[in-house]
């Protein structure tokens, strides 16, 4: 199977296209009503669709007052989703998967137009549902660039920058693309004699703004968003493969060197990867793509069969194959250069040059519009391909990085590297970088943020080999370091306490209850996350990442899972396999 991978691998950068299945709609609707679902197929906190009493699909601002309005006056819950859905929580449901009470979903799907790009003021206005790509190509077409953006591009434009959304930068205004928003219009919530629903536009210097970038959808619906642009150039991109040993000590210079660095740490296998990644004048010859080959299409077989070894794997508790499956996987992204291709095609060698619009960020599995019916994102729920959890975490000041850096290295040396093989099968710990922001929401001072995604059981009720390891890094993060989440990211649990890490949480609740005074855009995700509700605990609960366990019982003992401290965070409470209780 994994020769089969690796071939597969290969022949992605031959010169033929590969065409795949598009992702599904997150809106599904049948005569008994309509579901909304992530483009995964499950939600961090649960993994039950939502559904909702109706859905609006406004394709002009004015039609998205008149379903505000309609939601306003009846005192109808109100949600927003894009026509992509990447948003691993359950932001965007707006009855939290009950059913019970009136619902609108608003969808943005038809409101996804770019609408102006001023060359002369160097920015790109565009409708909230506009798809990244179509963003980044027509500023491009313009001779223009945005310096910002998400290494996965299947997102919507006011979507990424109401979740927070980045991509690597200490440089400039950073790489938080809310950071480079200098405007954006708002509906919100009004009174029966302002037509139950009104337009706030705001800019940059406006009390509100601030409030506004990293909104969450809790404030009212984003209906367009203007970004600011720099003069068009290029990128070169070249990934240096270096031993662990000093990774603590010299990812903050490696930052302060490169405009758009970034790291994959891969703790198994002792390894670093640096990206050396700087801009370069627009006649640096170079006519480079960023295709990262987790976002390209692939064969909905080998998806599957990838799954289906990996649940073998973590069925039969075989550490030492996962091992063998993660060195295959970085040997193979070692070999194409991750994705990157000298001339669009083919990868052929470091550097790679090409201009920022197609080199900052991609996803060409999601681009198709052709079913070729074999091919999809490996992701895709329909095809039973690959299922993880993914956590992110948000370290400042950059030295708690450092030394959560250190405790993994301990834990690593206590638990054995094999036993964190399970995040090198599929992208090690990714760290980027993002800008001390103006953004409520966003981060308070300049910070370290670091990705990783692991195996996620079908079966909510099932264990994960190396269950312990796991839970002990995120504990680590989020309650030894103080780490933050990324908004549309993580289990339930690195929410905890998540209201005491900002320390403009008051400015923005303040902004909230301008707004939105009657909760017509709350949730039951937000009531439990940001209104701090606690959840009830239940058997097996921290197996799916809805609770830390305090007993057994949140484990499974019945399949040899004990509540236990952590190895090396021993206030961290873990799920670790024993063979019998008393171990």
């Given amino acids: 199977m994994l020769a089969t991978f690796l071939l597969l691998l290969l022949s992605s950068h031959a ?31 649960d993994r039950a669709d939502c559904p909702v009493s109706a859905v ?82 027509a500023a491009e077409a313009r001779g223009l660039s945005l310096a910002a953006a998400p290494y996965w591009e299947g997102v919507s434009v006011a979507g990424l920058v109401s979740t927070g959304s980045h991509g690597s930068s200490w440089w400039g205004r950073g790489g938080a693309v809310h950071d480079h928003v200098v405007g954006l219009r708002l509906v919100v919530a009004a009174g029966e004699a302002d037509g139950w629903a009104r337009v706030v536009t705001l800019r940059a210097g406006d009390e509100l703004f601030p409030a506004a970038l990293v909104s969450l959808g809790l404030l009212g619906v984003i209906t367009k968003i203007t970004l600011s642009l720099e003069p068009r150039f290029k990128r070169s991109i070249t990934y240096d493969y270096r031993d662990d040993s000093t990774f603590q000590d010299d990812f903050a210079a490696h930052a302060a060197s490169h405009e ?102 991609s996803g060409s599995c999601a681009r198709s519009s052709a079913a070729d019916l074999l091919s999809a994102c490996g992701w895709d729920p329909r095809f039973h391909g690959l299922f993880f959890y993914e956590s992110t975490a948000i370290f400042s000041p950059p030295a708690r990085f450092r030394d959560f850096i250190l405790d993994v290295k301990r834990l690593r040396d206590l638990a054995g ?110 009531d439990e996350v940001v209104g701090a509700v606690e959840v009830a605990k239940g058997d097996g609960c921290a197996l799916d990442g809805r609770c830390v366990c305090s007993e057994d019982r949140h484990c499974s003992p019945g399949q040899g899972y004990y509540c236990r401290p952590g190895l090396v965070f021993t206030d961290a409470r873990v799920c670790r396999y024993s063979v019998s209780q008393s171990q």
């Fill in 15 to 45: 010169p033929a296209p590969v065409l795949s299945l598009p992702p599904r709609p997150p809106v599904r609707c049948t005569s008994t009503g309509c579901v909304l679902s992530n483009a995964y197929g499950a939600w961090s906190s």
């Fill in 56 to 137: 609006a699909y406004p394709a002009t601002e004015q039609e998205v007052v008149a379903a505000v309005a309609r939601a306003s006056a009846t005192g109808a819950r109100v949600k927003v989703v894009s026509g992509f859905a990447h948003t691993i929580p359950k932001l965007a449901c707006p009855g939290g998967g009950t059913g019970n009470g009136t619902t609108l979903l608003i969808s943005t799907a038809r409101l996804a137009g770019v609408e102006e790009v001023d060359v002369a003021a160097r920015t790109v206005t565009a409708d909230a549902g506009a798809p990244l790509r179509a963003v980044i190509d």
């Fill in 260 to 361: 758009f660095a970034d790291i994959t740490w891969y703790p198994s296998q002792h390894t670093a990867v640096y990206r050396i990644d700087d801009r370069l004048p627009l006649d640096a010859p170079g006519d480079g793509v960023n295709d990262f080959i987790g976002f390209q299409a692939t064969p909905i077989a080998v998806t599957a069969g990838l799954r289906a070894v990996e649940t073998s794997l973590e069925r039969s508790k075989n550490v030492r194959g996962k091992c063998v499956t993660a060195k295959a996987e970085g040997a193979a992204k070692r070999l194409v250069g991750s994705g990157l291709k000298n001339d669009g095609v083919l990868f052929t060698g470091y550097p790679v040059v090409g201009y920022q619009g197609k080199m900052q960020t």
């Fill in 417 to 526: 590297s094999d036993s964190l093989c399970g995040v090198d099968v599929y992208n090690g710990l990714l760290v980027r970088f993002v800008k001390a922001s103006a953004a409520h929401l966003g981060q308070p001072e300049d910070s370290v943020v670091v990705d990783f995604n692991y195996y996620r059981a079908s079966d909510p009720a099932a264990p994960r080999l190396s269950e312990d390891v796991w839970e002990e890094v995120e504990q680590l993060a989020f309650v030894k370091h103080g780490a933050r989440p990324h908004w549309a990211k993580n289990r339930l649990v690195a929410f905890a306490g998540v209201r005491g890490k900002y320390p403009r949480w008051a400015q923005f609740a303040a902004a909230k209850r301008e707004l939105d005074p009657r909760g017509l855009f709350d949730s039951p995700w937000s």
